[in-house]
């Protein structure tokens, strides 16, 4: 198995997923690219961390009174998951519909806002966008609680064209009014009661109470509307399709998923590779997965122009360096501690500054957050008692007799924490880390021992390098 | 006054949770508090009188101290139209001074842009905790998140000195100026580089340090301690952020109010003592907040989310006293139960920023705001 | 109100709540595991407390009045009064109330009023070592009986922790555990366990013979779904915390079926002290159903409970006062639920 095919499904990966173990490249790369991609594409069971072990040891998952709980016990599913792509997708949804707890305080039904995105975002965009629109933490986010026959809000209405569907100057101030309208009385259960609590931050006096869609029929506004065009006694579903069948759509939603899976920056090649995602989009019925099936077996994204063209998102370095460390794969207190250094490092999951979601791209990375990247990763790489850790070390211990020169050394460990592929600066300053003790043997090494921490540092820094920031 | 030819300092406290305003300066002479607050009640007996009406909780003897020196400005009835008594809601609004729709820049992080426009200076601000407090981002400004000053900066792990060395070393190559045409791996090496030279510089400040001012034990007094060791290392910083909590006491509150009221109050009084030691006292002014006040009415054992707040500022060149109305407890006066505000948190804002600071508060604050006379113009 | 009338001739009158949720310390709750009544009817309450309020960790005491009559411990860490993570607690003939802690792998005991009296918390899987210590119960000779969970095992020992016995290990068979929880012991000081991770509770005589088990993984009547509370009254009848149907269930002497219960929680007086005074979450709390119809994806009992307040959510553990009143604290609802069997 070449080298090249191994950075090709590291690259798939890292895009499709949190990045891969050495062994699970293999694996992938064994089964071949676009069978991969297949299955990456069909989600089966996720094998992940299950939910009633979560909920003996950790009780703030169960109860999901904060978001910190309920970030938490996302991440768990994002470490354990068999599916990455799964979670990976709905990191995108949740990063472009934006939803966060400062607004809502119930973390329960932000998590079934990202269940939600798991069973419907491979799917009909149209589909998903009546589920968005039926999503109570949603309904709370934007507002639709207050949207009324009698006093319509266009809160929804407005971001439903502008931020989650066509992107501005697609349709009309009328076309937002008339939208709205046709939202009217999609609002949650007990709605007054629910609003209050949101709104005043209560757990008072029980706790949360979770949330449902609730439809009010007598609320709904069901006169004529002219909608993008069309003229009819339009609900929120008919609205949805008319939405889901415009160019714009195919555009905005091709184009983001570009952004997030392929480049930060779209170039013309790019937006060659957008034109063909629009197409699939069609061609399909509006079928994301076929959307991701073009993308990811473009030529474009398997050249070198595509790889290492995103900063990586504090979640995906995260969950990226637990998954090779393999830590925190059983109940392990402190996991909220994990979902917060997310926070620290400008992303906190569930909690997007606002609608817009997250800036991405090297916004992400300023000096602060990248100490946190920094140390997060490297407290993750550096400990040998992580089973991930010890499977590296184990691999090296077996190849060349185990010995290797620093500048071995090196090549071994930027191959093995990525691939990674560094500058001759870069390069030159690890070999010169690794050199400052000589040659290291692992042959004889005990857990632990002096060898085993050299490998262990310098596996951490080279995941300090700033090639590691990107994915 | 004789200028140090100090720039001037802001260290801000939040008080997270929503401090209850009406336990911290009570309304003694007010039946009505004690109609409202059969459980949950200061005894006038215990209270540190201000006047005739109100008096501050028994556990803020040190700022009580400061206040009969005159470096105390209270500000009553504070908080903003429309209220919301959502923590995490109030805190946004008071973070980033609108209250009307969801914003994301910081006012203090709008302070540091208009202050080091080329963020030449990448400790203008600190931050005393970990993560970014709302109100100093803003994007383009560097802040450094100090959990620990002793042991902050990259690489926290190794804890052989030789190693770290070594490992230091290997970044800031790593991170070097580079032959790179790539814009964003530049942009990650300036990151880097200003990151490593913010922590060199911060590294610095307690060994500098010497005081003798023995801080006391709590997170607050400890993190004041930081921000008065960085102040006297010189190093440019400017806005010093703190917070404290939780203040959230819908249960149980007396003691617990007592015990953060202890903790905040000796802090300050350390910290204040500190200053005075250093000879830094006129040019740095502590601002402290909560994101709301407390409803009127007791719960049985403690108070609910409220409205109305109070705000402190206290320093060496602070005209002392009282600020604001004290809001009516008359139930038509009440704000749906609560202290209902009668100023506008960014008039605080506005204040400090051009007075104290030097600033063009409106475009910080979005809007024009009344000022008050805690500061002389 | 009570609930249907059974075969086997015991119904369940719902009594009252106790409890408020809060986020300091004083009264109220903070995610409730474990009750145990003392011997002056003070009631105790273990507050586990999730991560983010660890330094709330105590015993409450109240009352049936709901009076907030005081707490001890002292939040998270390793001092004597401090626990990292707590799960059951019993009082002994003396009034001394065992508290064990599945993290810092002990058993700490106090007396009535609070202060430490002694530590049992050698980690390990030796006789008397602990390895996640969970269900306690105690029988009429003060015999203590200790689930070690990650062990697979119970174990039996004297009040001043001398060992006596131990039987189980991991495994799904008679006799076999995997990940144990609850555990209680009838008049008979026959001992039954709260089998977790086996959907079960299994019964044994007071040297850990193998008797029976009943119950089997699902959502019917009968079945379980993770039973992590068990209690017995003076005749025999079984009463499980079915923690993951989140509900209670209760089978007759010989195994078999009796009744399920869901929860009817109502406004405790700490409640109704809330709702008082704020009156916004009041007027439109009276104009909601809290018992809702649910769409289909939200029909898993977890979604179930975290929306129909009354019903059970977090239901941990099922224990007895002397009048034969029942405790069900609830971890998610900070607040006990209390039935009086008729």
């Given at each position: 198995?070449?080298?090249?095919?191994?950075?090709?499904?590291?690259?798939?990966?890292?895009?499709?997923?949190?990045?891969?173990?050495?062994?699970?490249?293999?694996?992938?790369?064994?089964?071949?690219?676009?069978?991969?991609?297949?299955?990456?594409?069909?989600?089966?069971?996720?094998?992940?961390?299950?939910?009633?072990?979560?909920?003996?040891?950790?009780?703030?998952?169960?109860?999901?009174?904060?978001?910190?709980?309920?970030?938490?016990?996302?991440?768990?599913?994002?470490?354990?998951?068999?599916?990455?792509?799964?979670?990976?997708?709905?990191?995108?949804?949740?990063?472009?519909?934006?939803?966060?707890?400062?607004?809502?305080?119930?973390?329960?039904?932000?998590?079934?806002?990202?269940?939600?995105?798991?069973?419907?975002?491979?799917?009909?965009?149209?589909?998903?966008?009546?589920?968005?629109?039926?999503?109570?933490?949603?309904?709370?986010?934007?507002?639709?609680?207050?949207?009324?026959?009698?006093?319509?809000?266009?809160?929804?209405?407005?971001?439903?064209?502008?931020?989650?569907?066509?992107?501005?100057?697609?349709?009309?101030?009328?076309?937002?009014?008339?939208?709205?309208?046709?939202?009217?009385?999609?609002?949650?259960?007990?709605?007054?009661?629910?609003?209050?609590?949101?709104?005043?931050?209560?757990?008072?006096?029980?706790?949360?109470?979770?949330?449902?869609?609730?439809?009010?029929?007598?609320?709904?506004?069901?006169?004529?509307?002219?909608?993008?065009?069309?003229?009819?006694?339009?609900?929120?579903?008919?609205?949805?399709?008319?939405?889901?069948?415009?160019?714009?759509?195919?555009?905005?939603?091709?184009?983001?998923?570009?952004?997030?899976?392929?480049?930060?920056?779209?170039?013309?090649?790019?937006?060659?590779?957008?034109?063909?995602?629009?197409?699939?989009?069609?061609?399909?019925?509006?079928?994301?997965?076929?959307?991701?099936?073009?993308?990811?077996?473009?030529?474009?994204?398997?050249?070198?122009?595509?790889?290492?063209?995103?900063?990586?998102?504090?979640?995906?370095?995260?969950?990226?360096?637990?998954?090779?460390?393999?830590?925190?794969?059983?109940?392990?207190?402190?996991?909220?501690?994990?979902?917060?250094?997310?926070?620290?490092?400008?992303?906190?999951?569930?909690?997007?500054?606002?609608?817009?979601?997250?800036?991405?791209?090297?916004?992400?990375?300023?000096?602060?957050?990248?100490?946190?990247?920094?140390?997060?990763?490297?407290?993750?790489?550096?400990?040998?008692?992580?089973?991930?850790?010890?499977?590296?070390?184990?691999?090296?211990?077996?190849?060349?007799?185990?010995?290797?020169?620093?500048?071995?050394?090196?090549?071994?460990?930027?191959?093995?924490?990525?691939?990674?592929?560094?500058?001759?600066?870069?390069?030159?300053?690890?070999?010169?880390?690794?050199?400052?003790?000589?040659?290291?043997?692992?042959?004889?090494?005990?857990?632990?021992?002096?060898?085993?921490?050299?490998?262990?540092?310098?596996?951490?820094?080279?995941?300090?390098?700033?090639?590691?920031?990107?994915? | 006054?004789?200028?140090?030819?100090?720039?001037?300092?802001?260290?801000?406290?939040?008080?997270?949770?929503?401090?209850?305003?009406?336990?911290?300066?009570?309304?003694?002479?007010?039946?009505?508090?004690?109609?409202?607050?059969?459980n949950v009640?200061?005894?006038?007996?215990?209270?540190?009188?201000?006047?005739?009406?109100?008096?501050?909780?028994?556990?803020?003897?040190?700022?009580?101290?400061?206040?009969?020196?005159?470096?105390?400005?209270?500000?009553?009835?504070?908080?903003?139209?429309?209220?919301?008594?959502?923590?995490?809601?109030?805190?946004?609004?008071?973070?980033?001074?609108?209250?009307?729709?969801?914003?994301?820049?910081?006012?203090?992080?709008?302070?540091?842009?208009?202050?080091?426009?080329?963020?030449?200076?990448?400790?203008?601000?600190?931050?005393?905790?970990?993560?970014?407090?709302?109100?100093?981002?803003?994007?383009?400004?560097?802040?450094?998140?100090?959990?620990?000053?002793?042991?902050?900066?990259?690489?926290?792990?190794?804890?052989?000195?030789?190693?770290?060395?070594?490992?230091?070393?290997?970044?800031?190559?790593?991170?070097?100026?580079?032959?790179?045409?790539?814009?964003?791996?530049?942009?990650?090496?300036?990151?880097?580089?200003?990151?490593?030279?913010?922590?060199?510089?911060?590294?610095?400040?307690?060994?500098?340090?010497?005081?003798?001012?023995?801080?006391?034990?709590?997170?607050?007094?400890?993190?004041?301690?930081?921000?008065?060791?960085?102040?006297?290392?010189?190093?440019?910083?400017?806005?010093?952020?703190?917070?404290?909590?939780?203040?959230?006491t819908h249960g149980g509150e007396l003691p617990v109010h007592a015990k953060?009221?202890?903790?905040?109050?000796?802090?300050?009084?350390?910290?204040?003592?500190?200053?005075?030691?250093?000879?830094?006292?006129?040019?740095?002014?502590?601002?402290?907040?909560?994101?709301?006040?407390?409803?009127?009415?007791?719960?049985g054992s403690g108070?609910?989310?409220?409205?109305?707040?109070?705000?402190?500022?206290?320093?060496?060149?602070?005209?002392?006293?009282?600020?604001?109305?004290?809001?009516?407890?008359?139930?038509?006066?009440?704000?749906?139960?609560?202290?209902?505000?009668?100023?506008?948190?960014?008039?605080?804002?506005?204040?400090?920023?051009?007075?104290?600071?030097?600033?063009?508060?409106?475009?910080?604050?979005?809007?024009?705001?009344?000022?008050?006379?805690?500061?002389?113009? | 109100?009570?609930?249907?009338?059974?075969?086997?001739?015991?119904?369940?009158?719902?009594?009252?709540?106790i409890g408020l949720?809060t986020n300091q310390t004083g009264r109220g709750f903070v995610?409730p595991?474990d009750v145990a009544v003392g011997q002056d009817g003070r009631i105790f309450v273990l507050n586990h407390c999730?991560?983010?309020r660890?330094n709330l960790i105590r015993v409450g005491i109240v009352n049936l009045d709901e009076d907030y009559l005081g707490e001890f411990g002292s939040g998270?860490?390793?001092g004597d009064d401090q626990f990292?993570?707590p799960?059951?607690m019993?009082f002994?003939?003396?009034d001394r109330l065992?508290i064990?802690?599945?993290?810092?792998?002990?058993?700490t005991i106090f007396d009535s009023s609070g202060n430490f009296l002694?530590?049992?918390?050698?980690?390990?899987?030796?006789?008397?070592?602990?390895?996640?210590?969970?269900?306690?119960?105690?029988?009429?000779?003060?015999?203590?009986?200790?689930?070690?969970?990650?062990?697979?095992?119970?174990?039996?020992?004297?009040?001043?922790?001398?060992?006596?016995?131990?039987?189980?290990?991991?495994?799904?068979?008679?006799?076999?555990?995997?990940?144990?929880?609850?555990?209680?012991?009838?008049?008979?000081?026959?001992?039954?366990?709260?089998?977790?991770?086996?959907?079960?509770?299994?019964?044994?005589?007071?040297?850990?013979?193998?008797?029976?088990?009943?119950?089997?993984?699902?959502?019917?009547?009968?079945?379980?779904?993770?039973?992590?509370?068990?209690?017995?009254?003076?005749?025999?009848?079984?009463?499980?915390?079915?923690?993951?149907?989140?509900?209670?269930?209760?089978?007759?002497?010989?195994?078999?079926?009796?009744?399920?219960?869901?929860?009817?929680?109502?406004?405790s007086k700490w409640?109704?002290d809330?709702?008082?005074?704020?009156?916004?979450?009041?007027?439109?709390?009276?104009?909601?159903?809290?018992?809702?119809?649910?769409?289909?994806?939200?029909?898993?009992?977890?979604?179930?409970?975290?929306?129909?307040?009354?019903?059970?959510?977090?239901?941990?553990?099922?224990?007895?006062d002397?009048?034969?009143?029942?405790y069900?604290p609830?971890?998610?609802?900070h607040r006990m639920?209390?039935?009086?069997?008729?």
């Amino acid at each position: 198995m070449s080298n090249a095919d191994i950075a090709l499904m590291a690259h798939l990966m890292r895009r499709a997923g949190f990045g891969a173990t050495r062994d699970e490249l293999e694996a992938a790369v064994a089964k071949g690219y676009e069978a991969t991609v297949e299955e990456l594409l069909h989600p089966g069971d996720p094998q992940d961390l299950p939910q009633d072990i979560i909920r003996r040891y950790h009780t703030e998952q169960a109860e999901l009174r904060l978001s910190d709980g309920a970030a938490a016990n996302w991440m768990y599913r994002m470490i354990t998951t068999q599916n990455p792509l799964e979670e990976k997708l709905a990191l995108f949804w949740h990063s472009l519909f934006a939803t966060g707890y400062v607004k809502l305080n119930q973390a329960n039904a932000l998590l079934n806002q990202i269940q939600m995105f798991r069973t419907y975002g491979l799917g009909n965009y149209a589909t998903l966008l009546v589920e968005l629109s039926r999503d109570p933490a949603m309904i709370i986010w934007l507002d639709n609680n207050d949207n009324h026959k009698e006093a319509i809000n266009e809160n929804y209405g407005r971001e439903l064209l502008e931020l989650f569907s066509m992107g501005i100057g697609n349709y009309t101030e009328q076309d937002i009014k008339e939208c709205a309208r046709a939202f009217t009385g999609w609002t949650l259960g007990n709605a007054e009661y629910m609003s209050t609590r949101a709104s005043r931050d209560s757990i008072w006096p029980y706790s949360r109470i979770n949330w449902h869609f609730q439809y009010r029929d007598h609320d709904h506004d069901d006169g004529e509307k002219t909608f993008l065009g069309e003229t009819g006694n339009f609900n929120g579903q008919d609205i949805v399709e008319i939405i889901a069948r415009q160019e714009a759509t195919a555009r905005f939603v091709s184009t983001r998923l570009f952004q997030f899976f392929a480049a930060d920056e779209v170039d013309e090649d790019g937006e060659t590779v957008i034109e063909e995602m629009m197409k699939s989009y069609f061609d399909s019925g509006y079928e994301i997965r076929s959307v991701l099936r073009t993308l990811f077996n473009s030529d474009y994204f398997k050249s070198e122009k595509a790889r290492w063209a995103r900063v990586k998102g504090p979640v995906e370095l995260v969950i990226g360096a637990v998954r090779m460390a393999g830590s925190y794969r059983e109940p392990t207190p402190g996991i909220e501690q994990v979902a917060r250094q997310a926070v620290y490092m400008g992303q906190g999951l569930l909690q997007p500054p606002s609608v817009e979601g997250w800036h991405e791209g090297i916004e992400w990375v300023d000096s602060g957050a990248l100490v946190e990247r920094i140390n997060f990763v490297a407290h993750e790489l550096a400990n040998v008692q992580n089973p991930g850790v010890r499977r590296i070390i184990d691999r090296l211990a077996g190849e060349n007799g185990g010995t290797f020169t620093p500048e071995e050394l090196v090549d071994r460990c930027l191959d093995l924490v990525g691939p990674v592929e560094v500058s001759d600066d870069t390069k030159a300053a690890l070999i010169e880390y690794a050199g400052l003790q000589g040659d290291v043997s692992l042959a004889n090494s005990d857990e632990g021992d002096e060898s085993e921490q050299r490998v262990a540092g310098l596996l951490s820094l080279a995941a300090a390098t700033r090639e590691y920031q990107l994915a | 006054m004789v200028s140090s030819g100090r720039e001037k300092n802001l260290v801000i406290i939040q008080l997270t949770g929503a401090n209850d305003a009406l336990n911290t300066v009570v309304p003694y002479n007010n039946g009505l508090y004690y109609d409202f607050r059969p459980n949950v009640n200061m005894a006038a007996e215990d209270l540190l009188p201000l006047n005739d009406e109100l008096g501050l909780t028994p556990h803020a003897p040190e700022v009580k101290s400061l206040w009969d020196r005159g470096k105390v400005a209270l500000i009553n009835g504070i908080g903003y139209a429309n209220p919301n008594r959502s923590h995490f809601r109030s805190m946004d609004i008071w973070h980033t001074a609108e209250p009307d729709k969801i914003a994301t820049e910081g006012w203090l992080g709008r302070a540091v842009k208009d202050m080091d426009p080329q963020g030449e200076n990448v400790l203008t601000a600190v931050n005393f905790g970990r993560g970014l407090p709302r109100s100093l981002a803003s994007r383009g400004v560097p802040v450094a998140s100090v959990g620990n000053l002793e042991t902050y900066g990259l690489f926290p792990d190794v804890d052989d000195d030789q190693q770290k060395k070594y490992t230091l070393e290997a970044f800031a190559r790593m991170y070097g100026p580079d032959r790179s045409r790539d814009p964003v791996l530049e942009s990650l090496g300036q990151t880097g580089r200003d990151a490593l030279r913010g922590a060199d510089i911060l590294r610095t400040a307690p060994e500098r340090y010497s005081s003798s001012i023995e801080y006391a034990q709590s997170g607050i007094a400890q993190s004041l301690k930081n921000a008065a060791q960085v102040m006297f290392a010189d190093l440019g910083t400017r806005i010093y952020y703190t917070s404290v909590g939780s203040f959230d006491t819908h249960g149980g509150e007396l003691p617990v109010h007592a015990k953060l009221w202890d903790d905040v109050s000796a802090a300050i009084g350390d910290f204040y003592a500190d200053l005075e030691e250093h000879g830094y006292q006129d040019d740095t002014l502590i601002f402290v907040w909560s994101e709301f006040g407390r409803r009127i009415k007791d719960n049985g054992s403690g108070t609910d989310h409220g409205a109305g707040s109070i705000a402190m500022v206290i320093g060496g060149e602070v005209n002392g006293g009282m600020y604001g109305r004290f809001p009516s407890l008359e139930e038509a006066e009440q704000q749906e139960g609560d202290l209902r505000a009668n100023n506008d948190f960014r008039s605080t804002y506005s204040t400090i920023l051009e007075r104290w600071i030097g600033l063009d508060a409106p475009s910080i604050v979005n809007g024009q705001f009344e000022q008050f006379e805690f500061i002389s113009k | 109100m009570s609930t249907q009338a059974s075969p086997k001739q015991l119904t369940l009158e719902y009594v009252k709540t106790i409890g408020l949720a809060t986020n300091q310390t004083g009264r109220g709750f903070v995610n409730p595991y474990d009750v145990a009544v003392g011997q002056d009817g003070r009631i105790f309450v273990l507050n586990h407390c999730d991560s983010a309020r660890k330094n709330l960790i105590r015993v409450g005491i109240v009352n049936l009045d709901e009076d907030y009559l005081g707490e001890f411990g002292s939040g998270a860490g390793t001092g004597d009064d401090q626990f990292s993570s707590p799960v059951a607690m019993v009082f002994d003939s003396k009034d001394r109330l065992y508290i064990t802690d599945e993290l810092h792998h002990r058993v700490t005991i106090f007396d009535s009023s609070g202060n430490f009296l002694d530590k049992w918390d050698t980690k390990g899987s030796g006789s008397g070592e602990f390895n996640g210590p969970a269900g306690i119960a105690i029988d009429s000779n003060d015999n203590v009986y200790i689930v070690d969970q990650h062990n697979s095992r119970v174990q039996k020992l004297t009040s001043d922790g001398k060992f006596i016995a131990e039987w189980g290990e991991f495994g799904s068979g008679p006799g076999q555990f995997n990940l144990p929880w609850g555990i209680a012991v009838d008049k008979e000081a026959n001992v039954y366990v709260a089998d977790w991770r086996n959907d079960r509770i299994q019964k044994f005589t007071t040297d850990g013979a193998y008797l029976a088990s009943f119950g089997e993984s699902g959502d019917g009547d009968g079945q379980l779904n993770r039973p992590s509370g068990v209690g017995v009254d003076d005749e025999g009848f079984v009463y499980v915390a079915d923690w993951g149907n989140e509900r209670l269930q209760v089978f007759a002497p010989d195994g078999s079926f009796v009744l399920v219960e869901r929860g009817q929680a109502t406004n405790s007086k700490w409640a109704e002290d809330y709702l008082s005074v704020n009156l916004e979450e009041k007027e439109t709390r009276e104009i909601s159903n809290l018992v809702p119809d649910l769409p289909p994806h939200l029909n898993t009992p977890q979604h179930i409970s975290a929306q129909t307040e009354p019903y059970f959510w977090g239901p941990v553990s099922v224990r007895f006062d002397r009048d034969g009143r029942l405790y069900i604290p609830e971890s998610n609802r900070h607040r006990m639920q209390i039935y009086q069997r008729k």
